[in-house]
T-cell receptor
């Protein structure tokens, strides 16, 4: 059974850097074709894709956030970390991580709500 | 960047109705489209992957079709549990992902 759990601060101040961790089980990021991604959803708004990392360390970033976002992996810990710099109140959202296989993308976590406020 | 244009944004329907949601990609993406159902406060739930493959455990009243740039999610007979928001997502291999804007299915 595959599980994903997002963790990180629930409140950050404007201009601070956000660090979120996705801890997963049931698959390995050393397996060919596997990937982990991050998306977010501001309150009452649509889903927005942020970043993606593959088993071979290939990375993809949303063009609108590329200069602010970094994604890394630690397969030994079954973790993927997303950092986002220069946080702003518009970045207030629920952040989800996702599991990408060769065929599909699934979202198994509860998400983590991050509020940006001074 | 690949854009996904989803329509309609809101859909009012009754139990038993046949419902269709459409996504159009700005360029050809083969069959790399998934459809998700999202309930308030919950993570998206995968319904359909690779445009037309039904995820395990998802009722057969859900179906997907299309390839290239036009994709459709159909609910053959709307049930009370189906009132939710639906999103398409393109996830072309080793490319960026993109979501549609969402379709809220409301009770008529």
């Amino acid at each position: 059974q595959i599980t994903l759990k997002e963790s990180g601060p629930s409140l950050v101040k404007p201009t601070q850097t956000l660090t979120l961790t996705c801890t997963f089980s049931g698959f390995s990021l050393t397996t060919s074709g596997m990937g982990v991604g991050w998306i977010r959803q501001p309150p009452g708004k649509a889903l927005e894709w942020l970043a993606l990392i593959y088993w071979d360390d290939e990375k993809r970033y949303s063009p609108s956030l590329k200069n602010r976002v970094t994604i890394t992996k630690d397969p030994s810990k079954n973790q993927v970390v997303l950092t986002m710099t220069n946080m702003d109140p518009v970045d207030t959202a629920t952040y989800y991580c996702a599991h990408r296989t060769a065929a599909m993308v699934t979202y198994g976590g509860q998400g983590t709500l991050v509020t940006v406020s001074s | 960047d690949i854009q996904m244009t989803q329509s309609p944004s809101t859909l009012s329907a009754s139990v038993g109705d046949r419902v269709t949601v459409t996504c159009r990609a700005s360029q050809s993406i083969g069959s790399w489209v998934a459809w998700y159902q999202q309930m308030p406060g919950k993570a998206p739930k995968l319904l359909i992957y690779k445009a037309s493959s039904l995820q395990g455990g998802v009722p057969s009243r859900f179906s997907g079709s299309g390839s290239g740039t036009e994709f459709t999610l159909t609910i053959s007979s709307l049930q009370p549990d189906d009132f939710a928001t639906y999103y398409c997502q393109q996830y072309n291999s080793y490319s960026m992902w993109t979501f549609g804007q969402g379709t809220k299915v409301e009770i008529k």
